[in-house]
């Protein structure tokens, strides 16, 4: 009897709980501040300080080295040749007797015609033997000096406005094994003359380079084999053009609308500010601002969500 009586009491006070327990969870909720509500919906940005950098248009080619002196000795008379001085490495200077040539014209009663260096340098091939018949005309010697060194580039047709004679440029010196080290020495060239006319076959034109006297003098270069242009060789030469300050940005940092790019900047201390920006050249993953943005303003990198113009955002980075 009374177990039965007893139900609706349980009942009652069952509805008394769950009410008082939502009461308690509704005041809860009221209780928190605008502020804590506000800085869960912010969304997080990495900014960085837009400052202009020097850039350049690098310009590389294969530069083969020469010697502005190359001369080559002919024989005047037919005969057989004799050698005396004219061995290949030998340091010859001018006047100084090479061969002899027994001639084989009676008129000048078989007397020994003297073959001399007609320049100061070191003989660089020999195409005769001692015994050797020569025909009058014919390539005996040919003469160089390692000292002074010239090198050629072809140019494309496209880049041949980018230079100008005394443009100066850079070769590097590797080991012999093609790795650089810290004892490789640099070497710079000058723009000596510039051909007027493209090549119709390759579409370059010949610019011709002459070395610098830079860390070591000229007079220097071709005794030392170490770390030196040898003659014959072939190095690449390295110039900058289109040297100039600008601005680049990474390219994930601007967006497309239709023919339109824009880009997000930091307005104030926390909101989006949304910028037209014209782009110029890219390389590497980035790309150049001509103008939109200025030096000193925040660029906005990279967000933890969407954020749109206008929009409150936290900022993480440091400037």
């Given at each position: 009897?009374i177990?039965k009586?007893?139900?609706?009491?349980?009942?009652?006070?069952?509805?008394?709980?769950?009410?008082?327990?939502?009461?308690?969870?509704?005041?809860?909720?009221?209780?928190?501040?605008?502020a804590?509500?506000?800085?869960?919906?912010?969304?997080?940005?990495?900014?960085?300080?837009?400052?202009?950098?020097?850039i350049?248009?690098?310009?590389?080619?294969?530069?083969?080295v020469?010697?502005t002196?190359?001369?080559v000795?002919?024989?005047?008379?037919?005969?057989?040749?004799?050698?005396?001085k004219?061995?290949?490495?030998?340091?010859?200077?001018?006047?100084?007797?090479?061969?002899?040539?027994?001639?084989?014209?009676?008129?000048?009663?078989?007397?020994?015609?003297m073959?001399k260096?007609?320049?100061?340098?070191?003989?660089?091939?020999?195409?005769?033997?001692?015994g050797?018949?020569?025909?009058?005309?014919?390539?005996?010697f040919?003469?160089?000096?390692?000292?002074?060194?010239?090198?050629?580039?072809?140019?494309?047709?496209?880049?041949?406005?980018?230079?100008r004679?005394?443009?100066?440029?850079?070769?590097?010196?590797?080991?012999?094994?093609?790795?650089?080290?810290?004892?490789?020495?640099?070497?710079?060239?000058?723009?000596?003359?510039?051909?007027?006319?493209?090549?119709?076959?390759?579409?370059?034109?010949?610019v011709?380079?002459?070395?610098?006297?830079?860390?070591?003098?000229?007079?220097?270069?071709g005794?030392?084999l170490?770390?030196?242009p040898?003659?014959?060789?072939?190095?690449?030469?390295?110039?900058?053009?289109?040297?100039?300050q600008?601005?680049?940005i990474?390219?994930?940092s601007?967006?497309?609308?239709?023919?339109?790019?824009?880009?997000?900047?930091?307005?104030?201390?926390?909101?989006?500010?949304?910028?037209?920006?014209?782009?110029?050249?890219?390389?590497?993953g980035?790309?150049?601002?001509?103008?939109?943005?200025?030096?000193?303003?925040?660029?906005?990198e990279?967000?933890?969500?969407?954020?749109?113009?206008?929009?409150?955002v936290t900022?993480?980075?440091?400037?």
């Amino acid at each position: 009897m009374i177990l039965k009586n007893s139900r609706p009491i349980f009942r009652v006070l069952t509805i008394i709980a769950v009410f008082l327990t939502s009461m308690s969870l509704l005041l809860a909720n009221t209780q928190k501040t605008p502020a804590d509500s506000g800085k869960k919906n912010l969304k997080t940005v990495f900014v960085k300080k837009i400052l202009p950098e020097e850039i350049s248009t690098e310009l590389l080619y294969p530069a083969e080295v020469g010697s502005t002196i190359n001369a080559v000795v002919l024989a005047e008379a037919a005969g057989m040749v004799t050698i005396t001085k004219g061995e290949i490495g030998n340091t010859v200077k001018r006047g100084d007797v090479l061969a002899s040539i027994q001639q084989n014209d009676p008129l000048y009663q078989y007397r020994p015609l003297m073959v001399k260096a007609s320049v100061s340098g070191i003989i660089n091939s020999v195409l005769p033997s001692s015994g050797q018949m020569v025909n009058k005309g014919e390539r005996l010697f040919t003469i160089i000096d390692p000292n002074r060194i010239s090198m050629k580039i072809e140019v494309p047709q496209g880049d041949l406005p980018l230079f100008r004679v005394n443009m100066i440029g850079e070769i590097q010196l590797s080991s012999s094994n093609g790795v650089k080290d810290n004892n490789d020495s640099n070497f710079f060239v000058a723009v000596k003359g510039i051909t007027p006319l493209i090549d119709p076959a390759t579409g370059t034109a010949m610019v011709e380079l002459r070395l610098l006297p830079n860390k070591q003098p000229q007079s220097q270069l071709g005794k030392t084999l170490k770390n030196t242009p040898l003659i014959g060789s072939l190095l690449f030469v390295r110039f900058k053009a289109n040297q100039r300050q600008s601005i680049f940005i990474n390219e994930e940092s601007v967006t497309y609308h239709g023919k339109k790019t824009f880009t997000l900047l930091l307005d104030g201390k926390s909101k989006v500010k949304k910028v037209e920006v014209t782009l110029g050249e890219r390389n590497r993953g980035r790309v150049e601002i001509l103008s939109g943005v200025k030096s000193g303003e925040i660029l906005i990198e990279k967000s933890s969500d969407k954020i749109a113009e206008g929009e409150e955002v936290t900022v993480t980075s440091n400037l």
